[in-house]
């Protein structure tokens, strides 16, 4: 726009005003995993030595990213891993760990997995949704029993999800929580003081199927996936380590449950931006992150 006084163009700047619901931060404390809960869930995270494949949950004081079962193994390890190790300050790693300890975020992932792999086919025709009825203690157990009974039909696709892991990746950074901020940020208006005082959350994007992951599902067809046609599957030193560990666990607890289905176990590479490793996690697919597909609840938007 220009100024009437001078009729000199001016560059003004947009204002963002943001709303929320006065339930908006109740209902979010209502639903969120508690503190308490995903401090003691990280606490249970199991690393892998990234040189023998061992669990080993000593970290590489400089990167933060590696971990070691010994002294020995880190020793060993330091020519290859001097090649990547890069100072660490920021805490993304830690809200990496944070992530995948929160139940409920953890479960938002395995879906968009579900949906990105084809381990479960969603509906055409979406069932409605039920509800509790009149909220009586016989309805609540009655829909309960319903869930139960649903939860049965809750196996994967077919597929040789049990002999090799699919791969994914995603990009992960920290951002401001408050829009005004983000605003900001992009243009350039905060000072550093304020950077380093502001509100941050972690942030996921660009999760799609590793060019690594073997088998090709999707089909390389998919406009999801970036694998290279015939590509084969990523051989690092321990690269599957975390994904074997995962497995025996999971068949341990199925040992004397035979007619369980065993869910696929998927390596999910997390890619961050001041960093030139990777923090790779394996996830257990859940049955209920199944069920959600394969009723509808779930779909994927292109």
């Given at each position: 726009?220009?100024?009437?006084?001078?009729?000199?163009?001016?560059?003004?700047?947009?204002?963002?005003?943001?709303?929320?619901?006065?339930?908006?931060?109740?209902?979010?404390?209502?639903?969120?995993?508690?503190?308490?809960?995903?401090?003691?869930?990280?606490?249970?995270?199991?690393?892998?030595?990234?040189?023998?494949?061992?669990?080993?949950?000593?970290?590489?004081?400089?990167?933060?990213?590696?971990?070691?079962?010994?002294?020995?193994?880190?020793?060993?390890?330091?020519?290859?891993?001097?090649?990547?190790?890069?100072?660490?300050?920021?805490?993304?790693?830690?809200?990496?760990?944070?992530?995948?300890?929160?139940?409920?975020?953890?479960?938002?992932?395995?879906?968009a997995l579900v949906l990105m792999f084809n381990i479960a086919t969603p509906p055409a025709n979406p069932k409605p949704k039920h509800d509790m009825g009149s909220g009586s203690s016989s309805d609540i157990a009655a829909e309960m029993q319903r869930l139960s009974?649903?939860?049965?039909?809750?196996?994967?696709?077919?597929?040789?999800?049990?002999?090799?892991?699919?791969?994914?990746?995603?990009?992960?950074?920290?951002?401001?929580?408050?829009?005004?901020?983000?605003?900001?940020?992009?243009?350039?208006?905060?000072?550093?003081?304020?950077?380093?005082?502001?509100?941050?959350?972690?942030?996921?994007?660009?999760?799609?199927?590793?060019?690594?992951?073997?088998?090709?599902?999707?089909?390389?067809?998919?406009?999801?996936?970036?694998?290279?046609?015939?590509?084969?599957?990523?051989?690092?030193?321990?690269?599957?380590?975390?994904?074997?560990?995962?497995?025996?666990?999971?068949?341990?607890?199925?040992?004397?449950?035979?007619?369980?289905?065993?869910?696929?176990?998927?390596?999910?590479?997390?890619?961050?931006?001041?960093?030139?490793?990777?923090?790779?996690?394996?996830?257990?697919?859940?049955?209920?992150?199944?069920?959600?597909?394969?009723?509808?609840?779930?779909?994927?938007?292109?």
């Amino acid at each position: 726009m220009s100024s009437p006084s001078s009729g000199n163009p001016t560059v003004q700047l947009p204002t963002v005003v943001t709303v929320a619901h006065p339930a908006n931060k109740a209902t979010f404390r209502a639903m969120a995993v508690p503190k308490g809960e995903i401090r003691k869930a990280r606490e249970n995270i199991k690393t892998t030595c990234s040189y023998c494949g061992e669990i080993g949950q000593q970290k590489c004081a400089r990167c933060k990213i590696a971990s070691y079962c010994s002294r020995e193994c880190q020793r060993k390890d330091w020519p290859d891993h001097k090649k990547s190790c890069t100072e660490m300050t920021s805490i993304t790693p830690r809200m990496v760990n944070s992530l995948i300890a929160n139940q409920t975020l953890n479960l938002f992932l395995q879906v968009a997995l579900v949906l990105m792999f084809n381990i479960a086919t969603p509906p055409a025709n979406p069932k409605p949704k039920h509800d509790m009825g009149s909220g009586s203690s016989s309805d609540i157990a009655a829909e309960m029993q319903r869930l139960s009974l649903e939860m049965r039909e809750a196996i994967p696709n077919t597929g040789n999800w049990d002999e090799v892991p699919f791969i994914a990746k995603c990009k992960v950074e920290i951002r401001p929580s408050d829009a005004n901020n983000f605003v900001k940020l992009v243009n350039g208006q905060l000072t550093e003081a304020e950077l380093g005082s502001i509100e941050g959350m972690l942030h996921l994007s660009d999760l799609v199927p590793s060019e690594f992951s073997n088998p090709p599902i999707p089909l390389s067809s998919s406009p999801l996936s970036t694998r290279a046609p015939n590509a084969p599957p990523y051989q690092g030193k321990t690269r599957l380590e975390p994904w074997k560990k995962t497995k025996e666990l999971r068949d341990r607890h199925l040992a004397d449950s035979p007619s369980t289905p065993k869910l696929p176990i998927c390596l999910l590479d997390f890619s961050l931006p001041d960093a030139t490793q990777l923090i790779t996690a394996a996830i257990s697919i859940q049955q209920v992150a199944i069920h959600w597909v394969k009723q509808g609840a779930a779909t994927l938007v292109k």
